[in-house]
């Protein structure tokens, strides 16, 4: 064994090429089969490796959401004019002034909205936040974010993109596993995220709208559940 690699959920052993081994693709890198074990890594090597720290998030953002690693996956939900988008735009703003080159793509607003969204926020926008109106369709986004420019991407919303569950999680866990994702979705009737339950437990961090301006964190690998954010 040669070393690790670190990936979406985990780390993932990295081996010397042998005859009889079989590369897989991994979220972060790649991994070897040996005798049928894929991606498996000792307790004790688990301990000795280092990972990243988190993005360490300050004041408000970290109060509610703790500190996520950079390639979280936050998944938002909430009924109409709940202030979902007014949210997800001072986070997309957040992030890029402080970790990276953000892209969003509103497919909600248009753009004249979208400037008023800005305008109520009151925050200085941040010269790495990009905004796209244009990619309503899994090959469209793939093929922005194939060009590696951005750390983080907001998509507002799945069903608007035109995203399936299955194109959503793909683009997580196997084109862009280093990338922090942040995905707007339909409430169902009780308000939760509409779907398969799958697309819940699949992201890092689950946000709910309890009532107008309210945000309420119902799942959280990174911090207490149960956080409010107050939007306005």
Known sequence: MSGFSIGFGGIVPTMNDTKDSRSHRSCGGSFRSYGGALGSISATDLMKTDFAPGLGFKDDWADFLGEPERNFYMIISSPPGHGKTTFCLRFANY????????????NEMNQSRTKRIFEFIGEKVSPRL?????????????????????????FDSIQMSNLSEKELWNMKKDLFPQMGII??????????????????????????????????????????VGREFHVF
């Not at 109106?133 to 991407?153: C, M, T, V």
């Open 130 to 154: 990009e905004l796209n109106f244009n990619a309503d369709s899994p090959e469209a986004i793939e093929r922005i974010l194939s060009s590696g420019r951005y750390d983080f991407a907001f």
């Open 95 to 106: 992030l890029a002034d402080n970790f990276g080159r953000v892209i969003f793509f509103e």
């Open 183 to 224: 995905a707007i979705s339909f409430a169902n009737g009780k308000g939760g995220i509409r779907g398969s339950i799958v697309k819940q437990h699949q992201g890092d961090i689950s946000v709910i709208f309890k009532k107008p301006g309210v945000a309420a964190t119902i799942k959280n690998r990174f911090g207490e």
